[in-house]
């Protein structure tokens, strides 16, 4: 009978100083730490909306907005216009751009060929007797006004636009 403890093996057997098959690391450097955060594909997590009129019915969104899309949601909207940009045509687009599905009582609903729902497909365009999914499809599975430009801001706060930035300054002292 042996003990374990005090049995050799055959690491133990070699010679100290003897490289092992495993490379050593080397550490990063602050520098090359900062370019892999920089190099990192930033985006928002999908968030989930649900449709205040219409129980059981939830948006999934994708709040990764770009200032080219606003700005051509804008524009859309008549911004440029003498008449000026109309509000709900505006939210209307962030709502119908940004749904990359929907689910009903906890389950994503898919279409007969398997695709997500969106605005622009063609059972949402069928349930709302629409033709266009923006703003025609967007207002109608609302079915009120405000909840949709109440959607848009939401959206856009998910997106980040509200978010503020804080500043430091290195040389303040802690009051701690």
Same mark, same amino acid.
């Given at each position: 009978?042996?003990?374990?403890l005090?049995?050799?093996t055959?690491?133990?057997?070699?010679?100290?100083?003897?490289?092992?098959d495993?490379?050593?690391?080397?550490?990063?450097?602050?520098?090359?730490?900062?370019?892999?955060?920089?190099k990192k594909?930033?985006?928002?997590?999908?968030?989930?909306?649900?449709?205040?009129?219409?129980?059981?019915?939830?948006l999934?969104?994708?709040?990764n907005?770009t200032?080219?899309?606003?700005?051509?949601w804008?524009? !859309?909207?008549? =911004?440029?216009?003498?008449?000026?940009?109309?509000? &709900?045509? +505006? /939210?209307?687009?962030?709502?119908?751009?940004? *749904?990359?599905?929907?689910?009903? !009582?906890e389950? =994503?609903?898919?279409?007969?060929e398997?695709?997500? &729902?969106? +605005? /622009?497909?063609?059972?949402?365009?069928?349930? *709302?007797?629409?033709?266009?999914?923006?703003?025609?499809c967007v207002?109608?599975?609302?079915?009120?006004?405000?909840?949709?430009?109440?959607a848009?801001?939401?959206?856009?706060?998910?997106?980040?636009y509200?978010d503020?930035v804080?500043?430091?300054?290195?040389?303040?002292e802690?009051s701690?």
């Amino acid at each position: 009978m042996t003990n374990e403890l005090y049995t050799e093996t055959s690491e133990d057997k070699k010679p100290r100083g003897v490289k092992t098959d495993m490379p050593q690391r080397k550490e990063e450097t602050v520098l090359q730490q900062l370019t892999s955060a920089i190099k990192k594909k930033v985006e928002r997590p999908i968030v989930h909306l649900d449709v205040p009129e219409r129980p059981g019915v939830t948006l999934i969104i994708s709040p990764n907005i770009t200032q080219n899309q606003l700005r051509s949601w804008r524009k !859309n909207a008549g =911004e440029d216009s003498k008449n000026g940009m109309d509000s &709900l045509k +505006f /939210a209307c687009s962030v709502v119908g751009h940004t *749904t990359k599905g929907m689910i009903f !009582n906890e389950q =994503e609903v898919n279409d007969e060929e398997g695709n997500e &729902l969106t +605005f /622009a497909s063609e059972t949402i365009l069928q349930m *709302t007797d629409t033709t266009r999914p923006i703003p025609d499809c967007v207002r109608a599975f609302f079915g009120v006004d405000p909840h949709v430009e109440g959607a848009a801001l939401a959206i856009l706060e998910a997106a980040g636009y509200s978010d503020t930035v804080d500043t430091s300054d290195p040389l303040k002292e802690s009051s701690t």
